[in-house]
């Protein structure tokens, strides 16, 4: 079907949008039917904006899916609370599991209050300055 290439999407959604009557059916030759060439033009920009609407709703509800907790706290990855603790981001979530660490789940995702971080940081220097002693 041509007037899937010209909107830019499958078979399904033209015949769909020709029962609607967002496409216009016209006689085509020898008893055929066929689409008008202006009704699906006009189609294919309903189509692409509805579509770019469906993405931008999409990217919107999984950003905030994993996104950190909005409380005007600073928060930080497993992966950066790693960096400043050097150890793993399997061990920031050993810790935080066991207690040792505060945290909170977004989504999947896994934050850690930027001030813990640092305290913890602070603690971990001060216990390797004191073994060096």
Do not use: Y
């Not at 033209?14 to 202006?38: D, F, H, K, T, W």
Request: charged letters at 30%; hydrophobic letters at 40%.
């Amino acid at each position: 079907m041509e007037a899937a290439a010209i909107i830019g999407c499958g078979h399904g959604p033209v015949e769909r949008m020709a029962r609607e009557g967002v496409i216009e059916r016209r006689p085509g030759p020898r008893g055929v039917p066929s689409l008008n060439r202006a009704s699906v033009g006009a189609a294919g920009e309903i189509w692409r904006r509805e579509q770019s609407e469906r993405e931008a709703a999409r990217r919107a509800s999984t950003r905030r899916h994993n996104d950190p907790p909005d409380d005007g706290q600073v928060w930080v990855s497993t992966d950066l609370a790693a960096l400043a603790l050097d150890v793993t981001a399997n061990r920031i979530r050993q810790l935080v599991q066991v207690g040792r660490l505060p945290a909170t789940m977004c989504g999947t995702k896994l934050w850690l209050r930027r001030d813990d971080v640092e305290r913890a940081a602070a603690a971990r220097a001060f216990a390797r300055r004191a073994d060096v002693r």
